[in-house]
Structure formats: C-alpha cells, structure tokens
C-alpha cells in the first residue's frame, strides 16, 4: 500500500509522536509510506525513519498550522491508496483531500480521525462526512461521533494509542533522578507530562498539590513545555513551592522519569485518550486523574486509577493521600496490573496490524 500521514507541525504533542510511530512502523512493514507536515522543523523530526519519505510543504516555518501550499499538487503527482489525517488540522483538510482523489484514483480511501475532547471545528465536521472511514482512540470518542456528530457506527472505528516507549524490565523508583531533585525514598513524586496549555491542566495540578497536608513529603514533576509554562511558573512561586514543584522541560524520551515516579497526575480537560496515562500505566505507575473523554479507558477505574469529577479539588487531594499512605505491598501489586493493563490494551504491534488491517478492508470494498 501507498500511506499517506498528513500532521500539521511535529511538535511534541501525544497526537504528533502517534503519528510519528505510525510511519515509522506502516515503513517498517514495508508500506511506501510518506509523512506528509504544513510546516517544517518541529521537535519530533529527527525521530522520523529514514524508510519514510518526508514531504514538508512550507519552505519556511510560517508558524501557521492551517498554511498547506501546494497540498493538492503534492497529493496529484503521487496519489496515496490510504490516507490518514491526523490532529485537527490535517482533519481539517480531509475534505479537500478527497475531493481531489475521487476521480484521478477512485479506490483511494481518505481516513479521518478523532483523537480530541475539544469542540471540532466546521471543517472538522464536514470531512467527517466525506471521510471514507474514522479512527477514534477511545471508545468515549466514538460515543462522541455517534451522539454529537450523528455519525453511523460502521464509518468508526475504535483503535486506542500505542505505546510510544516501550516499558522497562526493572524499575529504579528510588534512582539518581530523584536524587537530582532532591527526592529522598520516602518522597512521593507526582508526574506530569504534557504540553503546557491551558486545557491540559498544569495550574489546576499546582492549585490541588498547593493544599496537601504538610506533613506529606511530596514532589510534583512537570515535564513539557508550552505557552502556559510561565504562568505556571509563576504561581508556583507565588505559593512558595519552588522547593516542591519542578519544571523539567522538553524530555524527548520520558521513560526515566516514569521510572522514577510513584504516582501519576493529570488535571486536562479535553482527552480523547491520554497517551501520557497510558504510558505511565506501561511504567506501573498508578493514575489519579480529573474525568475527561477517554480517561477511564487508561487505567482499571478504581484499581489502577481514580478519576476525579472536574474542579473537585477535594477529592483530588484526598485521593492523592490516601494513595501516598497505602501500605507498600498493595502498591506494588496495583503497579504489577497497571502494567499488565497497559501492556495488554496498548501493545504497539497490535494496534499498528489493526490500522494495517483497516486500510486493506477499506481498499477492498467498493467507495460508496
């Protein structure tokens, strides 16, 4: 098959190292496969295989994720048998993009995906009607399509996030790193890793761990980096936490830190399936995290992980003590199924054969 992946920017966002590791694997099976991006550059471009060809359609980055010069001309002179579109912009484009191989290579199936708690645009919308086929990485989001987008359910598909970095062996809870921060064994270390945006949460995070009770000894560990950063930053000193609250910035690879981590804390509101969740689960951390679209899906609701009703910021911290005191063998046995649970549900290979196994139904079947 020739695939086609069209993503905005490669920025370090969830849905951009998903579409990174798609290529990758779709090249590795040997698929000709082509990761197409509006814009160059980006901090996820060097983790692109050689095997996958590159087509960057700004000679210049513009800043402007919407800006696709020459797409159209790009997709004629090499027409793709599967193309998918991921992040809301590619999305965006899904119409156009089908319209422009419904005559030249009528077999060609344009593949949509929803992967996103926020409110979709009207561009969005209307490729979703044209899209030959959608990918929703939750069941939650494809409750979505159904009751908000009157989407009928044979057009959707749920196939979940991968696993960008595979788990390790052995863990060393108490290594170098929290040492590096100043986290002694006994310190709870609490792990965030998200882009700094205002959707994903990181004062909320602040807000809620600004009130644990004193006697705790706590750390909160926010990787990533983004927009919201400073403000985060900010308030961070304003509560005098500096001590408490670190910003770890951009880490390519986060495996160092799940693996240092006790537990893992989200705040976002708007999921469709939280590749961080899933990946600390892989680690054998244990989640608490606030209710958003796909967050029960990361982990075994009440075993694994707790999902808190948005701005209850009471039952966030009480959760998080009752997590900080329980008994260290009932940890170590929630930890083992949370790895099992991710391991078994996000196995890279299995959702990777099932997106493969995707395209060839859809190249099979006459377009409609």
């Keep these: 098959m020739k695939i086609l992946v069209i993503q905005d920017y490669l920025r370090s966002g969830g849905t951009e190292r998903q579409s990174v590791l798609l290529a990758n694997a779709f090249a590795a099976a040997g698929h000709a496969t082509t990761l197409l991006t509006f814009r160059p550059g980006g901090p996820l471009a060097p983790a692109v295989a050689a095997a996958v060809q590159r087509l960057i359609l700004q000679p210049i980055d513009l800043s402007l994720d919407w800006f696709a010069p020459g797409l159209y001309r790009a997709i004629e002179r090499n027409p793709p048998d599967i193309v998918l579109c991921m992040g809301r912009m590619a999305n965006c ?3 156009a993009i089908h319209n422009v191989l419904v005559d030249r290579q009528p077999h060609s199936a344009v593949v949509c995906t929803m992967r996103t708690g926020k409110k979709l645009p ?9 899209a030959r086929h959608i990918v929703a990485n939750s069941h939650d989001a494809r409750a ?23 788990a390790e062996s052995a863990l060393w809870r108490n290594g170098p790193l929290r040492a590096q921060h100043g986290a002694t064994p006994a310190t709870h270390v609490m792990l965030n ?8 949460g990181q004062r909320e995070l602040i807000e809620i761990v600004s ?5 705790l000894d706590w750390q909160l560990w926010l ?14 000193v304003e509560k005098r936490l500096g001590a408490r609250v670190k910003f770890l910035g951009l880490i390519r690879d986060p495996t160092p830190l799940y693996c240092a981590a006790d537990l893992a804390v989200h705040a976002s509101w708007s999921e469709a399936l939280s590749n961080f969740l899933i990946e600390a689960q892989a680690h054998g951390l244990l989640a608490v995290a606030y209710e958003a679209q796909g967050i029960r899906e990361c982990f075994l609701p009440g075993r694994t992980g707790w999902a ?7 039952a966030f911290r009480d ?16 930890s083992a199924d949370a790895r099992a649970y991710a391991r078994q549900n996000f196995d890279t290979a299995r959702q990777v054969a099932a997106y493969l196994e995707l395209f060839q139904t859809l190249l099979a079947t006459p377009a409609p």
């Design 122 to 130: 009207w561009l969005f919308r209307r490729s979703l009607r044209v």
């Design 144 to 166: 979505t399509l159904r009751s908000q987008h009157h989407l009928v359910a044979e057009k959707i598909s749920v196939i979940h996030n991968s696993l960008v970095f595979p």
């Design 93 to 95: 484009w899904a119409h």
């Design 211 to 215: 009130g644990l009770p004193d006697s």
């Design 193 to 200: 890793v998200a882009m700094f945006r205002r959707e994903k």
């Design 308 to 314: 808190i009703a948005r701005d209850d910021r009471t």
């Design 319 to 334: 959760t998080l003590t009752r997590r900080m005191s329980e008994p260290a063998i009932a940890h170590a046995e929630r």
């Design 223 to 236: 990787a990533g980096d983004g927009p919201e950063r400073a403000t985060c930053e900010k308030l961070v």
